[in-house]
Every structure is written in structure tokens, then in C-alpha cells.
């Protein structure tokens, strides 16, 4: 079976590995992710048709519904839903999921984690939408306070939505991209790239504090001249003599 071509378990029908629902009769979509090399195959593939790699099958998730209603889609409550390991709250209309803090960390924890949470995130395989100039700040599933919006471990170039108290939303797709980024050694890249920050913040502080000291050296007792003029004059006298030394012909 071609690991690119997806068929509805309900009906039959092809479906796009970026459809989160059947098209023709709304059904889940039913993919793994393989946990070698992250590819969409049927969740009824003994095998994964990119890299070979044994699949093993999602057990049936149960559906049910949600108190939560989705901060993208107006009066759109929620499923809950398996996403792995962990039940989630994802939208059957837009595709976003939301996790909280605890479950996202148990979700991207480990590469097998990784593998069995993105056996029921579609991939995309088209053009990237073009990003919207207009920053839409979204409420909270929870506490519907306005969520922060960053971008994750600063160099993913994925911008989440997030409650610190309460969780993360992720629109269609950006989970994934989020997994993939770590698999990918990102949170490392990202760790490295703040540790030389931080250190260039230091070098930076120190130079300043050097730069203070020469232009105001009366903030140092060590170059004070107030109480000791004669150390003022030999300075002033140095100055002065250095100067004309520049001049002497």
C-alpha cells in the first residue's frame, strides 16, 4: 500500500494526509506516524512505506465530547480525543489542539512519545498558508483570558498560543512542527544559542562597566582625586607633559 495514498475507515473514500476529517463523510482520519522516520502511513500498515520500520497500530480511540469550546472557532466546543498517550481536546473544524503544560512535556518527552502523538496529527504536504499581518490574540479554553503568543524555544519560527496557567493551543499543523523541531535537535540549538546570549549580555556589562570607569573615574575610590590634590596634579602634570612631548619639533 502507498504510504502517501489514505483511505476512510467509514467509507472508503481518499483522503489528503493534511484533512483531519474524511471530506465525504466526516469521519476521523485514521494515519500513524512512524516512529523511525516520522512518515504518514495507514494505521492498518504493518509496515512503514518510507523507511520500512515495523509500525505498531493505534489501539480505537474513544471520542467524546468536550467542555471546552475552541478559542479559533466561534461556539466550536471541543473532542476529546487520543493523541498518543495522553487525551487531548482538539477541534474537528480547524484542527487545533490543546494541551496542557504537563501533557505537553509528556507528549515531547521521548522520540517513541514523539512517534505515537503524531500518528493522529496529519501531515501537511501543500504550500504553507501566508501568515496573516493581523495578530489575533485568542481566549483561553479554560480561564478565557487572552493567551500570550511566542515563538517556541525562540528559533522554531512556530508561534503558539499559550496560558502560563493553564496550556497551549496549537493551530493545525504547528504541533507537528513543534515535535519535528525538537526531533530535529532544536531545543538543543536553542539551549546553545541562549547560553551564548546570555554570555555576550556579560561581555557586554563588563565592557560597560570598563567604559564607566575611564569616563568617570571619581566613582572609584581607587582613582579618586577629591582629598588628594597632589595625586590630582602629578596627573594634570603627566597630562600636560605628554601633550607637549606630542608637539616638541
Known amino acids: 500500500m502507498n504510504a502517501d495514498v489514505i483511505r476512510c475507515e467509514a467509507c472508503g473514500g481518499p483522503v489528503a494526509l493534511d484533512d483531519v476529517r474524511c471530506r465525504s463523510c ?15 502511513v495507514s494505521a492498518h500498515a504493518g509496515h512503514c512505506g518510507h523507511c520500512g520500520a515495523a509500525i505498531i497500530p493505534l489501539a480505537a ?26 487525551e487531548v481536546d482538539q477541534c474537528c473544524h480547524c484542527g487545533g489542539v490543546w494541551l496542557r503544560q504537563d501533557l505537553f512535556d509528556q507528549v515531547s518527552a521521548g522520540k517513541e512519545a514523539r512517534g505515537r502523538a503524531l500518528g493522529v496529527l496529519p501531515t501537511s504536504t501543500g504550500p504553507k498558508a501566508t501568515a496573516s499581518l493581523e495578530v489575533r490574540y485568542r481566549p ?13 524555544a525562540r528559533i522554531s519560527g512556530v508561534i503558539i498560543d499559550g496560558c502560563k496557567n493553564d496550556g497551549l493551543w496549537f493551530d493545525k499543523d504547528e504541533l507537528r512542527q513543534v515535535l519535528e523541531f525538537i526531533q530535529g535537535g532544536g531545543l538543543d540549538k536553542s539551549h546553545e544559542r541562549e547560553v551564548a546570549r546570555l554570555d555576550q549580555e ?28 597632589s595625586l590630582g596634579n602629578s596627573l594634570l602634570s ?11 619639533v
Open 238 to 248: 603627566n597630562l600636560m607633559d605628554g601633550l607637549m612631548d606630542h608637539f616638541v
Open 202 to 229: 556579560q561581555r557586554t556589562k563588563a565592557q560597560m562597566a570598563r567604559i564607566d570607569l575611564g569616563m568617570h573615574p571619581s566613582s572609584y575610590g581607587e582613582f579618586s582625586t577629591q582629598g588628594d590634590s
Open 61 to 86: 480511540r474513544n471520542e467524546t465530547p468536550s467542555n471546552l469550546a475552541c478559542p479559533s472557532c466561534k461556539d466550536v466546543k471541543l473532542t476529546r480525543t487520543q493523541l498518543g498517550d495522553v
Open 140 to 152: 483561553c479554553p479554560v480561564c478565557s483570558r487572552l493567551m500570550n503568543r511566542y515563538n517556541y
Open 26 to 40: 466526516g469521519s476521523q482520519v485514521a494515519t500513524v506516524a512512524c516512529p523511525n522516520c516520522m512518515g504518514m
